[in-house]
């Protein structure tokens, strides 16, 4: 039994069509990714943006096990946290320029993260570093906190 060619080989037209259809379906899936995270994004700053209702003792035994683990693999900084500049009153101009009093655009989440170790680590040498963590666009993005022990 001979095929002919029409079983073979589709037609030039199927196959831009087979094409357009699956860059359609590349498109849909990037744009479901892309709501997804900004999704994500949302419910973390508004989970940032609250108290945590952390107790302070509660706050300290993960933070001494944070440290722990950084010791143990021979690191002398970890970054404890990431969080969306929204959380600045400036979104974060003042943490990038390192200016004077930049930690009191600090609110939510990271302003206690601020006090927690103004009140409890740093009179045991603990360092805290705020520093923007990403520029999409050339713009600040995400803020990192680092902890540092040397």
Known sequence: METSGDDLLPSAKDCMKKIALVEAEKASAEIRKQAAAEAEKKALLERFEKPSGVADDERMKRVAAIIK???????????????????CTDRGRAINQQERGWEDTLTGLPKELFVFWQ???????????YQIAEFPGGMPGDVGITLSWE
Not at 119 to 129: F, N, S, T, W
């Open 119 to 129: 009140e409890h680590l740093k009179p045991r040498g603990y360092k805290l570093r």
């Open 69 to 87: 683990r950084a010791v143990d693999n021979g690191f002398t900084e970890v970054e404890i946290v990431r969080f969306p500049n929204q959380l």
